[in-house]
């Protein structure tokens, strides 16, 4: 039986959160900020509503990996859902924003059923997921940043 993998990460990201919220929301961007992400092609017209799906390619612990996630909820500034069933990791990605002293406080959480791994890898995979998450919202502070 493979279990599922449930990994979430947080950081406070020193940019308001309408800019934040925004930027994220937008699948078209994520080769800016997530670094394994190497393309991502849109479906349907580049949206952020619920039902807008874009092809992802991506590289995660030596493996190219294609997808196709589509935005399942979007409540803008606040959280955005958005989920594949496709390939060997089925996964939800959620994005959660909240106001923060400095910035915007962001929780980035990925749980899915890797049906192409070994069960065995699950630790390792979930360990390599947080160090490769948490380098990502370091990636999106940075780029919120140097934005004008």
Excluded at 24 to 39: Q, V
């Amino acid at each position: 039986m493979v279990r599922p993998v449930d990994v979430s990460v947080e950081r406070v990201i020193r940019a308001s959160r309408a800019d934040v919220a925004g930027f994220a929301a937008d699948m078209g961007n994520a080769p800016r900020w997530y670094r394994n992400i190497k393309s991502v092609e849109w479906r349907t017209d580049p949206s952020t509503e619920p039902g807008a799906r874009a092809a992802f390619v991506a590289e995660f612990m030596g493996r190219r990996i294609a997808y196709t996630y589509e935005i399942r909820e979007h409540l803008p500034g606040e959280r955005l859902v958005m989920s594949t069933e496709e390939g060997p990791f089925p996964m939800q990605t959620i994005y959660e924003w909240s106001d923060a002293p400095k910035g915007t406080h962001m929780r980035l959480t990925n749980r899915g059923f890797p049906s192409g791994f070994k069960a065995v890898l699950m630790p390792v995979m979930a360990l390599a997921m947080r160090r490769a998450m948490t380098q990502d919202l370091s990636q999106l502070d940075k780029v919120m940043r140097s934005r004008p």
